[in-house]
């Protein structure tokens, strides 16, 4: 070996040396659950374990502020690599700006997700996938145990069932359903809950999307109008009655059913963790017939199209899109993980949750209306107050719902 | 110009500086961009093109941006009405009971004021758990035998305005009652006397002598009124929401300026096109009912 050879040798060595340095990543992640940061940083230590040549910096932005700092990051060009992205309208106004890039090619595991939560994460525009969804929510009534034992009730699997059960703790001096109307959105869920298995879930929803029938459907008018026959079993001058004072009279075991989402169960237990609750689906409008729940994407996670790591932020996606993160979504944060295939044996609640959703149709409004003003949630959480509060027909709440969205959505423009 | 003329000049320009800057910043600045933003299309929270005066138009003549717009400005005049009548007049009647020395009026004096120093936010809160369904206001209808009148106070929507306007006026009426009586107190004693010696009695002299001498004192509550209820925002917040639940019957064009502009967290998308553009028609409401009801009352003001 002469002296030249052991230099360009020497060279090789340093270059290859060199470029395994340059790979050694730094991975900006956003979120914005500073509460779960601790919780994250356990996942994301896993991950550079067996990723020692990628290193993944958190950072926390508050909830109610993070789209806007991250859309103005994003367009100043110093956003993070990798980010929470929210699920349908909000993720579009992202995607469609060009600062989320697609991602069937960087993350195959996205395959093997269910529709539901796909949905959530891809564009209406271009139909691509922009991000890796990470749980649902579920809408469905919680009820107390203790009561229903005491006045040898039985969960009802149809509508009859469900209003003879509000009946009879009505008559036994207890306070039926715990939900009010003040707070608009509450209703919203009130409906999803509810109403699908009136207005025929899936069959409904997926023709009223592509505009082949709208809300003035009578399927759909007469659907919202079986909320009425929940008037008498709400609280006195229950239109005064907020969300929080929803939550405390089922805490405080005031009221002995609540119609709400998966979202509750962690605040209920931990409030009241002598409160013995459990759920059911929404009833079925007849006996024998399925009960359907409403179903939504909580968010995803997403890449910044501009991102200068592109492969080490897929790598991170596809942590985030496996096993290990849908285990860490049900054991540390105690949500429902749409990873396909998590183990939930360990979690009863999310288990039963998980059983539910087989037969789940989209969470009307959010899913298909939320991507315009005036959203139909917009709408139809207005109407409905006014419709509870007896101002207003279900053939009212129908037709301002249908011309609010009708302004803009295509499909009722033809 | 002298010498001493430019110093001084320069001392005032010193002076006025930092009060012109913090009103350049924070108050011009903004009004400026925001009249600037309302001339464009966004998609969300991107800029688009240029769209000319369209985001007015929407707002006056298009649904459904028509039906919020004048529906809340409706309410808005509701707040006008209602605080112009219930809590001015009460206010004038305070301030002139205070001014005729009734006892104890030092002592009311106070009490009447003490809820205008409250944050708003605190009394928007507290009265929020005084209307509840279970809240003080209705434990007391029962109590005193009329169960009959308890009502969701917030949530019905023929009266869920009016109970936060009532609120307002609770934590306001001190204000009007010390300016009137302040303008009444200033008011020169020769003018009672002579009027008591010509017999004048109390309901004359109010009507005839107290009126006319304090038009100035009731042009600055009346522009403060304007301003008040075309500003109506924290009080519908805190009580009943962004949303102006139920149904829109509390929606002033405070919150819907809000809502549009940001997007209400629970049901909706900003629009910062079109909020602006209400940002702005409420400047110029704003601006414009001023200066009409201070023309209107000045040809009414009486010279000493």
């Known amino acids: ?414 | 110009m002298t010498r001493v003329d430019v110093r001084k000049g320069l001392w005032i320009t010193l002076f006025v500086l930092p009060g012109l800057a913090v009103v350049g910043v924070f108050i011009l600045l903004p009004l400026f961009v925001s009249l600037f933003n309302s001339l464009f299309n966004w998609q969300q929270l991107i800029r688009g093109g240029f769209v000319g005066l369209d985001n007015f138009r929407k707002i006056l003549l298009a649904d459904p941006y028509r039906t919020r717009f004048f529906n809340a400005l409706g309410n808005n005049l509701k707040w006008f009405i209602v605080t112009m009548l219930v809590q001015n007049s009460i206010g004038l009647l305070f301030g002139y009971l205070l001014s005729r020395k009734v006892a104890a009026g030092g002592f009311y004096k106070r009490i009447f004021f003490i809820p205008v120093l409250f944050s708003i936010v605190a009394v928007g809160f507290l009265w929020g758990l005084y209307l509840k369904p279970n809240g003080l206001v209705n434990a007391f209808l029962k109590l005193v035998g009329l169960p009959g009148w308890t009502h969701a106070w917030l949530g019905e929507e023929k009266i869920a305005t009016f109970s936060v306007i009532v609120v307002n006026i609770w934590r306001w009426v001190g204000f009007p009652s010390l300016v009137f009586l302040a303008a009444i107190d200033s008011l020169p004693g020769e003018c009672f006397e002579a009027a008591y010696l010509d017999g004048a009695r109390e309901w004359t002299t109010f009507w005839k002598i107290v009126i006319p001498l304090i038009v100035p004192a009731i042009t600055v509550i009346t522009v403060l009124t304007i301003i008040g209820s075309l500003n109506v925002f924290e009080q519908v917040y805190t009580m009943t929401g962004l949303d102006g639940p139920p149904n829109y019957s509390t929606d002033t064009i405070g919150t819907l300026f809000y809502r549009t502009a940001f997007g209400s967290v629970d049901s909706g998308n900003p629009q910062i096109g079109i909020g602006s553009a209400i940002g702005v028609v409420i400047y110029l409401l704003t601006f414009v009912a001023s200066i009409g009801s201070i023309v209107a009352t000045r040809s009414r003001e009486v010279e000493l």
Not at chain 1, 168 to 177: R, S, T
Not at chain 1, 229 to 250: E, R
């Open chain 1, 1 to 414: 070996m002469n002296r030249r050879k052991v230099f360009l040798a020497s060279l090789l060595v340093f270059a290859v040396a060199g470029f395994a340095f340059a790979q050694k990543a730094t991975i900006q992640y956003w979120t914005w659950r500073p509460e779960d940061v601790d919780k994250y940083n356990q996942l994301l230590s896993d991950f550079q374990k067996q990723n020692p040549d990628i290193t993944v910096v958190q950072t926390a932005q508050k909830n109610t502020e993070y789209n806007t700092i991250l859309s103005a990051a994003l367009s100043g060009g110093s956003g993070p690599d990798v980010f929470q992205s929210r699920a349908y309208g909000g993720l579009e106004t992202f995607a469609q700006s060009g600062y989320m890039e697609p991602l069937e090619q960087w993350v195959p595991e996205l395959k093997g997700f269910a529709s539901a939560p796909l949905r959530g994460a891809t564009s209406i525009k271009d139909g691509k996938i922009y991000g890796v969804p990470f749980a649902s929510q579920t809408l469905f009534v919680y009820y107390n145990k203790k009561m229903y034992a005491k006045l040898g009730l039985k969960p009802p699997a149809t509508w009859a069932q469900f209003l003879a059960n509000l009946d009879a703790m009505k008559k036994a001096g207890i306070q039926p359903l715990a939900n009010g109307g003040k707070d608009g959105w509450t209703l919203e869920v009130m409906m999803g809950a509810l109403c699908p298995n009136f207005y025929g879930a899936n069959d409904y929803f997926n023709a009223v999307v592509k505009g082949q029938t709208n809300f003035q459907d009578a399927r759909f008018v007469n659907a919202i109008g079986r909320l009425k026959d929940l008037i008498p079993y709400l609280p006195n001058l229950y239109m005064g009655v907020s969300y929080t004072d929803m939550q405390t009279a089922f805490i405080n075991e005031q009221a002995g059913h609540f119609i709400g989402g998966s979202f509750e169960a962690g605040y209920f237990a931990s409030q009241n963790p002598d409160l013995q609750f459990d759920v059911f689906p929404g009833p079925a409008a007849k006996a024998g017939d399925p009960q359907y729940v409403s179903t939504y994407a909580d968010g995803n996670f997403s890449m910044n199209a501009a991102s200068k790591n592109k492969a080490a932020a897929a790598k991170l996606l596809r942590w985030f899109a496996s096993k290990a993160t849908g285990d860490f979504f049900i054991k540390s944060l105690k949500q429902v993980s749409v990873v396909p295939g998590v183990d939930t044996s360990a979690d009863p609640f999310i288990t039963k949750v998980l059983s539910f959703q087989k037969y789940e149709t989209p969470y009307v409004f959010l899913v298909g209306f939320r991507y315009q003003q005036p959203t139909g949630s917009t709408l139809a959480q207005a109407a409905l107050q006014g419709m509870l509060a007896g101002t207003l027909s279900p053939a009212d709440v129908a037709k301002q719902i249908q011309d609010g969205i009708a302004t803009y959505y295509a499909p009722f423009k033809k």
